[in-house]
């Protein structure tokens, strides 16, 4: 099981996920640190915009599918959506409480980071077994 889920197909998720998220963490820091945005409209800027180049680099680079375009997009924006809400979600109540002695900016800037790490997992088993499943 453990060989199957950690193939090629893991590791072109894993760089394309390198390039997307160095596109979308530039766009929610910059959001929330410069523009002043919020914590939720910064860190949801990252996966409207990040999504769209997401969606096209691993459907053309990373599974090669040749699904249907429609139902694809919509599988692929409830995975993102349901991954960012559960990721996200988590991330500020925990980080908050773990470093309840720090100023929110410290602990809004370290939930982002952390919401990022639970989506990045999420997202790769939501992508692999349901976006993009291979019919067997």
Same mark, same amino acid.
């Given at each position: ?38 914590y939720w409209i910064s860190s ?12 096209? =680099?691993? $459907?053309? @680079? ?5 699904? &249907?375009?429609?139902?694809?997009? +919509?599988?692929? !924006? ?15 109540? =925990?980080? $908050?409480? @773990? ?5 929110? &900016?410290?602990?809004?800037?370290? +939930?982002?980071? !952390?919401?990022?790490?639970f989506f990045v997992a999420l997202?790769?088993?939501g992508q692999r077994f349901f ?6």
């Open positions: 099981m453990l060989q199957k889920f950690f193939d090629k197909t893991f590791w072109k998720f894993i760089l394309v996920g390198i390039v997307n998220t160095l596109f979308g963490t530039a766009i929610m820091f910059v959001f929330y640190n410069v523009l002043h945005l919020s949801a800027s990252n996966y409207f915009f990040g999504s769209i180049l997401s969606y096209f =680099l691993n $459907r053309t @680079v990373t599974f090669r599918s040749q699904g &249907s375009h429609l139902k694809e997009i +919509a599988r692929f !924006a409830a995975n993102i959506t349901v991954c960012y809400l559960c990721a996200y979600g988590v991330a500020r109540p =925990l980080v $908050r409480w @773990v470093l309840s002695g720090a100023t929110q &900016s410290i602990q809004e800037n370290v +939930a982002m980071l !952390a919401g990022m790490c997202n790769y088993i976006v993009f499943k291979k019919a067997d």
